[in-house]
C-alpha cells in the first residue's frame, strides 16, 4: 500500500484580492460588463489570493514585496513572456522550500523520489534541481517533472508516486505542486476573461507518499473525460504570458459529467459510504455544480470551500491543500474520495481512507 503521510501547503505574503477587483473594474471602467463583474465578484465566496507580487503602486510597493504589481502589470505595457518566466524562476524555488522544510522530513537526503508539478512556469535547470541544495535531498534522487497539465496535475503526481511505492517497498516519494498563477493576469475588457482572473492565485504545496501506514491510503485513482466539452478549458503559451481560457459553461459540464459518470465515479459505493470529499475549488460554481450533480449532503465540501475562500485556486497545489484538511480532521477508517478538473475537460479523481 501507498500513503499520504503529509502534506505542507504555503502561499506568498501578499494577499491580493481585493487589489485586483479595483485592478479589474478598471479594466472594464466604462463598460456595460462592470456592475455584473461587481456583483461576480461579492458571490465569489473568495475572501483572500496570495501572490509573489505587491499590491502597493509605484514606490509603495517595495514595502510589501520586491516586485509590485502595479508595476509589473502596467495598462498598455502587460509584460511578455520572457519576463514573466524570469519572476517565476525568482521566486518559485523560495515557495517550494518553504512548503518541503514544512514537511519537517527528519532525514530529508533520505528521499529516494521527487515529483514536481507546475504549469504556470518552467526554465531549466528547474525547481526540481534547485530543491536538491536547497532542502538537503540526495543528489541521486530521482526526478520526474509533470508540467502544463493544469488544475489536476497533483492527482496526476499522487497516482505516479503509488505506482512507485507499490513497485519498490522502500521508497520515500516527495510530491511538490506549485503554481504562480498571478504572472499570467492579461490585459483584456472580456468579461469571461476578467472573470477567471478573479479566481486564481499563487501557491505551493509539497507532500510525502511511503509505505508507512499514516495518513490517508491512496486506494485507487479513475480518469474521467467530457471530449464533448474539451475546448472549454485551455491553457496556452502566448507572447504576453500564459493565455487561459476558461469558459463559464464549465460548471454545467462538470455536472452533467458527473452525473453521466457517477456509477462509474463511485464504483461499487453510494455516496452515503464517502464520509470525505476533497473537490478542487475550481470556483464556486463549480462546487456547486458538483455537490449538486451528486446530490451529497450537507456541508460535505466544507473543506474545499474553506480553501477557496482563504487562498482561490491556485491549480495544482489546490487539491492538497484540501488533502491537507482531511489529514488533519479525518478519522481512523473514513472513506474519502477527491476529484480535480482541468483541461479536457478531464476529472482526475482519488479513493482513499483515512489510516488508523
Avoid at 456592475?35 to 461576480?40: A, M, N, V
Avoid at 475572501?47 to 514585496?65: C, D, N
Avoid at 499570467?184 to 499563487?202: C, G, K, P, R, Y
Wanted: charged letters at 15%; aromatic letters at 8%; proline letters at 5%.
Amino acid at each position: 500500500m501507498a500513503y499520504l503521510n503529509a502534506v505542507s501547503a504555503v502561499v506568498p505574503p501578499n494577499d491580493v484580492h481585493q487589489a485586483f477587483i479595483g485592478f479589474a473594474g478598471g479594466l472594464l471602467a466604462g463598460s456595460r460588463s462592470a456592475p455584473l463583474f461587481d456583483r461576480l465578484a461579492t458571490r465569489s465566496q473568495i475572501e483572500h489570493r496570495w501572490s509573489v507580487l505587491g499590491y502597493g503602486e509605484g514606490p509603495e510597493s517595495s514595502k510589501t514585496a520586491e516586485i509590485g504589481a502595479h508595476d509589473f502589470y502596467k495598462l498598455g505595457a502587460f509584460p511578455t513572456t520572457a519576463e514573466r518566466m524570469a519572476v517565476y524562476a525568482r521566486f518559485a524555488p523560495g515557495l517550494a522550500q518553504r512548503a518541503v522544510k514544512g514537511l519537517n522530513l527528519d532525514d530529508p537526503s533520505s528521499i529516494t523520489h521527487l515529483i514536481v508539478t507546475s504549469c504556470t512556469g518552467l526554465y531549466a535547470p528547474g525547481v526540481d534541481l534547485e530543491l536538491i541544495g536547497l532542502c538537503g535531498l540526495n543528489p541521486s534522487i530521482e526526478r520526474t517533472v509533470i508540467g502544463f497539465m493544469g488544475c489536476y496535475a497533483a492527482i496526476n503526481a499522487l497516482r505516479a508516486a503509488r505506482h512507485i511505492v507499490r513497485s519498490e517497498p522502500e521508497a520515500k516519494v516527495l510530491v511538490v505542486s506549485l503554481e504562480l498563477c498571478s504572472l499570467h493576469l492579461q490585459e483584456t475588457t472580456d468579461l469571461e476573461q476578467v472573470l477567471s482572473f478573479l479566481v486564481f492565485a499563487d501557491g505551493c504545496a509539497a507532500a510525502l507518499v511511503s509505505n508507512d501506514a499514516t495518513g490517508l491510503s491512496l486506494d485507487g485513482f479513475k480518469t474521467l473525460l467530457a471530449p464533448e466539452a474539451a475546448g472549454q478549458i485551455t491553457w496556452k503559451i502566448g507572447d504576453k504570458g500564459f493565455d487561459m481560457f476558461l469558459s463559464g459553461q464549465v460548471p454545467a459540464s462538470v455536472g452533467a459529467a458527473l452525473r453521466g459518470c457517477k456509477e462509474a465515479l463511485l464504483g461499487n459505493a453510494a455516496v452515503e459510504d464517502i464520509d470525505l470529499w476533497a473537490v478542487h475549488p475550481g470556483g464556486r460554481s463549480v462546487l456547486d455544480a458538483v455537490e449538486t450533480a451528486l446530490a451529497l449532503p450537507p456541508n460535505s465540501m466544507t473543506a474545499s470551500r474553506a480553501v477557496l475562500r482563504d487562498y482561490g485556486n491556485m491549480s495544482s497545489a489546490t487539491i492538497l491543500f484540501v488533502l491537507a484538511e482531511m489529514l488533519r480532521d479525518g478519522r481512523p477508517g473514513q472513506r474519502g474520495k477527491a476529484m480535480a478538473f482541468g483541461p479536457g475537460l478531464t476529472a482526475e479523481t482519488m479513493s482513499f481512507t483515512v489510516a488508523g
